[in-house]
């Protein structure tokens, strides 16, 4: 069966430090992967999507990046945070290219203070 | 642009009611609709996938119904039960404007099911 692993579970980081959060995923191989935010009182906000090794799609400009060093592994990045990157992040995976359900990890609370 | 609104926003109700949930959507081309349940502070469980080609979707105590042609969905939950609590999103798979199909999804139920 498929797992998806994403770490740290919480973080806590002040404004203007590096952000790295990293999403694995077990049991399958080159899925589709996603990185999702959700703001407080908002819905998922799509922020990256990736059809394979290096290859990257950015929903929306922002202070973050996504990576995708390894098939089963996606790391999101920033260089200096701000306050409105708050929020809880969601790594998704998906196999294939048509209409295969989505399954989602446990997800990483970030707090910029 | 692809919209899905979720109704009711929150619904508290007694232990042991039917419960529907509404979701509609703006654009009726989508691949597929998909109903997760979101716990406090956790991530998405997907409950029902319901294709475009398919009315319904049947899981245990859950049925989700998708009438495309008019943008609605419904989860109907039988015989609610306080583990039922949770926060429940409704999202479509709709072409987007990056060249691929995303997910779309609305802003969510929140359930509580009180003893």
């Known amino acids: 069966s498929q797992t998806i692993h994403q770490w740290p579970a919480t973080l806590v980081q002040p404004v203007g430090s590096p952000l790295s959060l990293e999403c694995t995923v077990e049991g399958t191989s080159n899925p589709n992967l996603y990185w999702y935010r959700q703001a407080a009182g908002r819905g998922l906000q799509l922020l990256f999507y990736s059809v394979g090794i290096g290859q990257i799609s950015s929903e929306v400009p922002q202070n973050l990046s996504a990576s995708r060093p390894q098939d089963r592994q996606f790391i999101l990045s920033s260089k200096k945070l701000l306050l409105s990157d708050s929020g809880f992040y969601l790594c998704a995976w998906r196999w294939g290219r048509g209409t295969e359900e989505q399954y989602f990890g446990p997800g990483t609370r970030l707090t910029v203070t | 642009k692809q919209e899905v609104t979720q109704i009711p926003a929150a619904l508290s109700v007694p232990e042991g009611e039917n419960l529907v949930l509404n979701c509609s959507f703006t654009?009726?081309?989508?691949?597929?609709l998909q109903w997760f349940r979101q716990d406090p502070g956790k991530g998405l469980t997907s409950l029902l996938l319901i294709q475009s080609s398919q009315r319904e979707q049947t899981s245990g105590r859950l049925n989700a119904s998708l009438d495309k042609s008019s943008g609605r969905s419904t989860l109907y939950i039988a015989a609610s039960q306080p583990g039922d609590s949770a926060t429940y999103l409704c999202?479509?798979?709709?072409w987007g404007s990056g060249g691929y199909n995303k997910l779309i999804f609305g802003a969510g139920t929140r359930l509580a099911v009180h003893p």
């Open positions: 654009d009726s081309a989508i691949y597929n």
């Open positions: 999202a479509v798979r709709h």
